[in-house]
């Protein structure tokens, strides 16, 4: 199975700071279709999960250009260049080369 | 409006079994394939299984295989989770997640739709 490890797994940010989050897997997520099926997703408080980034680095639908996904086989990263107070909640990442894994997730809170 | 709404948690005793339903509305569901994901209490999330558009294509996670079975009705945009042998650490909400994202001409395989939940508790 393919284990997805998240760090840090708590942060606390200043408006206007940036903020990135690491993830990386127990294997390559790189499929022989030559694409990465790394995901991003942000659970804010008392909601349903919604999707942020899909294949390592391209924003879904109406998802702030501040946020930003990148990396490649094994080391992923999502980065938040300014965070603001809606951006509170729990991030994850997620596999979907082999079944499906999420990351511990990362919580994120503003200071 | 695109949409996804669970039902059919409840408290159930350990051993026990119960049925989830997922309502698809606002969109072609015969031809999205569908995941179930859940999440206990104060915990992360936990992928459950996928099942593809016609519903012969099903994979399960290893903590469910061989108690739950995913299914789908094309005809009533539903989806389904049969869990049987329910324990405790299947106690969570279960999420139906939506799994293709078409933007511009081409779709990606991707969780973009969640419904809101169903609560499960096995509790004696």
């Known amino acids: 199975d393919i284990v997805m490890t998240q760090t840090p797994l708590s942060l606390s940010v200043t408006p206007g700071q940036p903020a990135s989050i690491s993830c990386k897997s127990s294997q390559s997520l790189l499929h022989s279709d030559g694409k990465t099926y790394l995901y991003w997703y942000l659970q804010k408080p008392g909601q349903s999960p919604q999707l942020l980034i899909y294949?390592?680095?391209s924003r879904f639908s109406g998802v702030p250009d501040r946020f930003s996904g990148s990396g490649s086989g094994t080391d992923f990263t999502l980065k938040i260049s300014r965070v603001e107070a809606e951006d509170v909640g729990v991030y994850y990442c997620?596999?979907?080369?082999?079944?499906?894994?999420f990351g511990q997730g990362t919580k994120v809170e503003i200071k | 409006e695109v949409q996804l709404v669970e039902s059919g948690g409840g408290l159930v005793q350990p051993g026990g079994s119960l049925r989830l339903s997922c309502a698809a509305s606002g969109f072609t569901f015969s031809s999205y394939e569908m995941n179930w994901v859940r999440q206990a209490p104060g915990k992360g999330l936990e992928w459950v299984s996928y099942?593809?558009?016609?519903?012969?294509?099903?994979y399960y996670a290893d903590s469910v295989r061989g108690r739950f079975t995913i299914s789908r009705d094309n005809a009533k945009n539903s989806l389904y989770l049969q869990m049987n042998s329910l324990r405790a650490e299947d106690t969570a909400v279960y999420y139906c997640?939506?799994?293709?994202?078409?933007?511009?001409?081409?779709?990606?395989?991707?969780?973009?739709?969640w419904g809101q939940g169903t609560m499960v508790t096995v509790s004696s």
């Open positions: 294949e390592v680095s």
């Open positions: 997640a939506r799994d293709l994202y078409c933007s511009g001409g081409s779709c990606y395989l991707a969780f973009d739709i």
């Open positions: 997620m596999q979907r080369i082999h079944l499906r894994t």
């Open positions: 099942i593809g558009t016609s519903g012969t294509t099903i």
